[in-house]
């Protein structure tokens, strides 16, 4: 037992403010899993909102879906309110339905599956089961 929390027993570093800002090196782009790159920048943006008018469907939202659109070279993006709205709306617009399969990573979120799910597929995840020793 110990009193540490999940994220400083896992080793995670207590994010300093002093910390938070963007390193311009290609390796500190990368994404660790569970280390995310919040920077100042980030919280002032979300503060600006949530000190607005708007906070659903205000300004920022099509502002953010154009910049995603240029910085990724797309057509179009819809900015959605999480993981799984996303997963869905990408099921639907790939027209994937009944008759489709759709595999995912057994170590995944549910929603990858379930989002399979919403869209009228029959889901199971593979399983990997370790051999006895
Ligand atoms: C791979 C993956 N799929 C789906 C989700 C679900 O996202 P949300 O909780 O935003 O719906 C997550 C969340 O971290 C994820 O990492």
């Known amino acids: 037992m110990t009193d540490e929390s999940p994220s400083k027993a896992r080793?995670?570093?207590?994010?300093d403010p002093a910390d938070l800002e963007i390193l311009d090196s290609p390796s500190s782009r990368f994404l660790p899993y569970?280390?995310?790159d919040v920077t100042k920048n980030d919280i002032e943006a979300v503060s600006a909102v949530l000190r607005s008018d708007w906070l659903t469907q205000g300004p920022d939202i099509p502002a953010f879906e154009k910049n995603l659109c240029e910085a990724v070279g797309a057509?179009?993006?819809v900015a959605c309110s999480s993981g799984t709205a996303a997963l869905h709306l990408a099921m639907m617009a790939l027209g994937i339905g009944p008759g489709d399969e759709v595999?995912?990573?057994p170590i995944t979120f549910l929603s990858s599956a379930n989002c399979a799910r919403f869209v009228g597929l029959k889901c199971g995840l593979p399983i990997s089961i370790p051999k006895p020793v």
Do not use: I, L
């Not at 080793?11 to 994010?15: E, F, L, S």
């Open 11 to 15: 080793g995670a570093k207590k994010p």
């Open 75 to 77: 057509g179009y993006a």
């Open 103 to 105: 595999v995912t990573s």
């Open 34 to 36: 569970s280390r995310q």
